[in-house]
């Protein structure tokens, strides 16, 4: 760290279009970069003056004729204990790989996302892979169905039955979660289930893209549009006609471009930038965000009618700390997609180990459990994973909060409060509602024969207990 308190950051890249746009965003988080052009100028670095007060490297893979393991093994060699991220374009999981072999702590995939490169970067300085940054295994094709999903606790049934049963329609559906929760698989899944499966899915990561090139890339421009524009773009709205458009981290998109999307939402007419007439699309919108939505309305942050226009359906996911008796199952499968990667072999996962990742709390959500997972069957030598192989998780110890007691053999609906008392009657009646309503997987008819009630009883119980949008 230098003198002034910020931290300092080496990126090997020779490009400058790549050096400004990650020395902008690190500065954002009160980074300052110096800069390399290749593993033996970054190298010399270490040597001088800034290269001592280094806090962490990262190291662009599509730097040519240069091997990156070897850069980051030598790296490595000569200051140990100094963060190396790895920058790569092309999400091969084979570089990723090799590149954690030789000593990477982490990689991060282009296009960066401010957020992300932050806190990949604040998470390895405080010696922790808090997982933020979406890992390269899910770069890999790998559509789930709703069946095939993992995950068996109420609540989190309850919102893939209410996704399952919006697929069916055209409306818009809105996920909310916290980050890495999975909402891009619940799109995914939505839209394999819905009538526009043969029609591409497009996906577009809102808080990704500079401000000033959201409408570009949503709606598209006109050669000579605005300086800079010199050839005709398609925006991602026509590239989804007849399909699914997934906008995630919505929230961030500026009241401008949110203006434009309210109008195309209610027309159906994308107006390229500089165009002279607009062009009809057929394009079901899912949104996610990882903010409490509304809460950005009444801060002025998002229009109210887009909020409500987007929001026909709305699908809450709940983090994976509400849902620890999801992770030894969600870990045997993560484990499975992970060994089918190049480099990689089936392995196990042993019950102390399994234990250590119940008791951690997942601020990261499932992304951040994959990342590491994956990190472990990288470094693995054995057949199984234990305990050992997850030693930043094993050092931060458990940081969940011991859970209320929960009836035996009660299906993960909770009897008595964090206070030792037992919960209301309409509280334990509105879990049981959520548990049926996951477990026979949104079919209501089923679920009011197997509690024993009317059809409209139960509808009615819904709007009661505040479960309306299941219906």
Partial sequence: MTRNGQRLLLLIDNEPAQRRLVSALASRGGWRTVFASDGEMAIATLGTQDGMQLDAIILDHSAPHEDASAVIAELRNRRPALPILMLT??????????????????????????????????????????????????????????????????????????????ARGRVAILLEGESGVGKEVVAEAIHAASPRAKRPMISVNCGAIPANLVESELFGHEEGAF??????????????????????????????????????????????????????????????????????????????????????????????????????????????????????????????????????????????????LFRAAVLCESDALTRADFPQIAALGSRRRPEPATAAGGGGVTLFSADGHLRTLEEIESDLIRLAIGHYRGRMTEVARRLGIGRSTLYRKLAELGIDNVA
């Fill in 89 to 166: 374009a092309n999400g091969s999981v084979e570089h990723a790989v090799n590149a954690m072999r030789a000593g990477a702590t982490d990689f991060l995939v282009k296009p960066l996302a401010p957020d992300r490169l932050l806190a990949s970067l604040d998470a390895v300085v405080a010696g922790t892979t808090a997982g933020e940054l979406r890992p390269l295994t899910e770069k890999i094709p790998a559509l789930l169905a709703f069946d095939e999903i993992v995950g068996s606790s109420p609540d989190f049934r309850a919102a893939l039955a209410i996704a399952a049963k919006a």
């Fill in 227 to 372: 300086t800079g524009a010199f050839e005709r773009k398609i925006g991602r709205f026509r590239e989804a006609d007849g399909g699914t458009l997934f906008l995630d981290e919505i929230g961030a998109m500026p009241i401008d471009a949110q203006i434009k999307l309210l109008h195309l939402l209610d027309t159906g007419d994308v107006h390229a930038l500089g165009a002279r007439h607009p062009q009809q699309v057929d394009v079901r919108v899912i949104a996610a965000s990882n903010t409490t939505l509304i809460d950005e309305v009444e801060a002025d942050r998002f229009r109210e009618d887009l909020y409500y226009r987007l929001n026909a359906v709305q699908v809450t996911i709940p983090p994976l700390r509400e849902r620890t008796g999801d992770i030894p199952a969600l870990a045997r499968h993560l484990l499975a997609r992970i060994a089918q990667q190049p480099g990689l072999r089936p392995l196990g996962i042993t019950d102390d180990a399994l234990a250590l990742l119940v008791q951690y709390d997942w601020p990261g959500n499932v992304r951040q459990m994959q990342n590491a």
